[in-house]
């Protein structure tokens, strides 16, 4: 049995509370914009599953500095058993109207999504392949959900980079998969998350 690490809770939905507390996977994203998800968590505890202290680590993944740390983690976490990545939206999420949203900010939320799946990826990757056993889930939003030009853009790229790295990993005994947040929640909520 090897560690499993979630990155991306601030991009979690909620409802994937009860998974998280279940799995008991090391937490990896900004904390401060994942107390919505902190809560859901807590309040998913049960008198069968009261011990819900889970380990998070804070970390800003939209920082060269973050992303470092990420694959540090991941590479120290030896052996792992299953890395979950929820990917941002593809939207950036802003309270501009989508077609005045300043371009620099775009272009930051594309290098972060990117700039976070191939650095963590790439980690996972390397640490995961001697033992010859182990997935790596990305929990995406659907793709007919991108609606500006760049985002329309990312999930081309996306689809493609994902086509292009499934052998790779297949290839050392690896499963890389892609998933919605919903419908990984409705393939689990059966399943003994623990092991």
């Given at each position: 049995?090897?560690?499993?690490?979630?990155?991306?809770?601030?991009?979690?939905?909620?409802?994937?509370?009860?998974?998280?507390?279940?799995?008991?996977?090391?937490?990896?994203?900004?904390?401060?914009?994942?107390?919505?998800?902190?809560?859901?968590?807590?309040?998913?505890?049960?008198?069968?599953?009261?011990?819900?202290?889970?380990?998070?680590?804070?970390?800003?993944?939209?920082?060269?500095?973050?992303?470092?740390?990420?694959?540090?983690l991941i590479r120290q976490s030896a052996p792992i058993s299953?890395?979950?990545?929820?990917?941002?939206?593809?939207?950036?999420?802003?309270?501009?109207?989508?077609?005045?949203?300043?371009?620099?900010?775009?272009?930051?939320?594309?290098?972060?999504?990117?700039?976070?799946?191939?650095?963590?990826?790439?980690?996972?990757?390397?640490?995961?392949?001697?033992?010859?056993?182990?997935?790596?889930?990305?929990?995406?939003?659907?793709?007919?959900?991108?609606?500006?030009?760049?985002?329309?853009?990312?999930?081309?790229?996306?689809?493609?980079?994902?086509?292009?790295?499934?052998?790779?990993?297949?290839?050392?005994?690896?499963?890389?998969?892609?998933?919605?947040?919903?419908?990984?929640?409705?393939?689990?909520?059966?399943?003994?998350?623990?092991?």
């Open positions: 049995m090897g560690n499993k690490i979630w990155i991306g809770t601030e991009w979690c939905d909620q409802d994937i509370g009860e998974i998280i507390g279940r799995m008991k996977p090391i937490l990896c994203g900004n904390l401060s914009k994942s107390l919505d998800l902190k809560r859901a968590i807590e309040d998913c505890a049960t008198p069968l599953n009261e011990d819900l202290s889970l380990q998070w680590r804070d970390m800003d993944l939209s920082t060269i500095i973050g992303q470092a740390a990420l694959s540090d299953h890395v979950i990545h929820v990917v941002p939206k593809w939207d950036l999420e802003t309270d501009f109207d989508s077609k005045t949203i300043p371009l620099d900010m775009e272009l930051r939320h594309v290098r972060l999504s990117i700039d976070t799946l191939l650095s963590a990826t790439r980690a996972a990757y390397v640490t995961m392949s001697p033992y010859k056993n182990g997935c790596y889930t990305l929990l995406t939003h659907p793709q007919n959900t991108a609606e500006s030009p760049l985002a329309i853009g990312l999930t081309g790229w996306f689809e493609k980079w994902l086509k292009a790295s499934l052998k790779m990993w297949e290839d050392v005994g690896l499963e890389l998969k892609c998933s919605t947040q919903e419908a990984w929640i409705a393939q689990l909520s059966e399943l003994d998350l623990s092991k």
